[in-house]
């Protein structure tokens, strides 16, 4: 066996043993059983390529009768031989487990809502104090108007859990 770059090394073994293993895997693949999805994706990728001008119908009639027949991984590894091996599709992402919250996006910088809430409280607890301790009808329209919107402010800004 001839090592690649010219003269023996320390690592010809390793490559010796690295080939020999390659070898038995790729044998051990290539008796594997075929199922009929994997047939039927050969067949598939034989109709692509028969579409795009690579292959005769009647090669093509061929090929598929001999992909239908085969019964392992190298049965069908024969069939596709002398054609190009389409890109293969990055794998599916799996789900998330069960419970998993993903983390969620980071606040956007600039000014920050609550901030803004308690400065405005703090500027109208005046009037609305004021219009608590009035006798008149008009000192309670502060507190009739300004109270609810600043409690929906609030629910909205601390959201109960």
């Known amino acids: 066996m001839t090592m690649p770059y010219g003269a023996p090394g320390a690592g ?14 790729d044998a051990a693949r290539d008796a594997l059983l075929a199922s009929d999805t994997e047939r039927d994706q050969v067949c598939r990728r ?3 390529a028969f579409s795009e001008g690579r292959i ?3 090669e093509l ?7 239908l027949a085969a019964r392992t991984h190298g049965d069908l590894d024969a069939v596709l031989r002398g054609l190009t091996v389409p890109a ?9 487990p069960l ?3 993903p983390p969620a996006a980071p ?11 308690w400065i ?3 500027f109208m607890a005046p009037s609305l104090l004021t219009g608590l301790s009035s006798q008149g009808p008009t000192g309670l329209i502060p507190v009739l108007v300004l109270g609810p919107i600043l409690y929906l402010v609030y629910r909205r800004l601390y959201p109960r859990t």
């Open 120 to 122: 405005v409280c703090f």
């Open 107 to 117: 606040a956007p910088r600039g000014v920050n809502p609550r901030m803004v809430f």
């Open 88 to 96: 293969v599709p990055a794998p599916p992402v799996p789900p998330a």
């Open 46 to 48: 034989l109709a692509s």
């Open 61 to 67: 009639d061929e090929r598929t009768s001999q992909a």
């Open 56 to 58: 005769t119908s009647a």
């Open 12 to 25: 010809d073994e390793a490559y010796r043993h690295w080939l020999r293993s390659q070898g038995e895997a």
């Open 99 to 101: 419970g998993y919250v």
